[in-house]
Antibody, heavy 121, light 110 residues
Framework: QVQLVESGGGVVQPGRSLRLSCAASGFTFSSYGMHWVRQAPGKGLEWVAGILYDGSIKYYADSVQGRFTISRDNSKNTLYLQMNSLRAEDTAVYYC??????????????WGQGTTVTVSS | QSVLTQSPSASGTPGQRVTISCSGSSSNIGNNYVYWYQQLPGTAPKLLIYRNNQRPSGVPDRFSGSKSGTSASLAISGLRSEDEAEYYCAAWDDSLSVWVFGGGTKLTVL
């Protein structure tokens, strides 16, 4: 069945960088758009970024634009989120999610279990 | 402040029918599909309703969705204790070119 496993979370100081990975299995990864969604402690869901099935188009939330980069390696069935210039407000559980279709306009239909990022000095 | 507006809480007794609403604008709900997610405590969100009123396989028909203009609703009939969770609506926003979520509605089964 479809499985998404995030990794790479941890504790990092403000201003530093972190790269999250999401290993996908159980579906044809290269045919689907993918997303990152985060949830700050005790807060709601916030969409972070989305990427087209072939990586050619990417969208970002204003809150991370210019600091975060979403990418994918279809040969490795892996989604990435490079997070630079991290801030305390980036502290959250980060979920990887499969798109319902090939585009970034297709919603998130299967979610991973999440990886926790804590930005603190 | 979320782009989509949901009431923070809702409640009902077992067997009752409850409705959770989601309000947006012409750039999101008004022009695109609405999706609903259920997040049980301590778990990842799960897609509950897609394309306004469609249920993924495995989702009980007690759950139903509807949309009218720039608002949408999730109805849960025959309420059960295991329905106690946070519920989120979501839609693509054409103006912002982002996915937007409601702030979430915490459903309590009394």
């Amino acid at each position: 069945q479809v499985q998404l496993v995030e990794s790479g979370g941890g504790v990092v100081q403000p201003g530093r960088s972190l790269r999250l990975s999401c290993a996908a299995s159980g579906f044809t990864f290269s045919s689907y758009g993918m997303h990152w969604v985060r949830q700050a402690p005790g807060k709601g869901l916030e969409w972070v970024a989305g990427i087209l099935y072939d990586g050619s188009i990417k969208y970002y939330a204003d809150s991370v634009q210019g600091r975060f980069t979403i990418s994918r390696d279809n040969s490795k069935n892996t989604l990435y989120l490079q997070m630079n210039s991290l801030r305390a407000e980036d502290t959250a559980v980060y979920y990887c999610a499969k798109g319902e279709g090939a585009t970034c306009y297709s919603t998130m239909d299967v979610w991973g279990q999440g990886t926790t990022v804590t930005v603190s000095s | 402040q979320s782009v989509l507006t949901q009431s923070p809480s809702a409640s009902g007794t077992p067997g009752q029918r409850v409705t959770i609403s989601c309000s947006g604008s012409s750039s999101n709900i008004g022009n695109n599909y609405v999706y609903w997610y259920q997040q049980l405590p301590g778990t990842a969100p799960k897609l509950l309703i897609y394309r306004n009123n469609q249920r993924p396989s495995g989702v009980p028909d007690r759950f139903s969705g509807s949309k009218s203009g720039t608002s949408a609703s999730l109805a849960i009939s025959g309420l059960r204790s295991e329905d106690e969770a946070e519920y989120y609506c979501a839609a693509w926003d054409d103006s912002l070119s982002v996915w937007v979520f409601g702030g979430g509605t915490k459903l309590t089964v009394l």
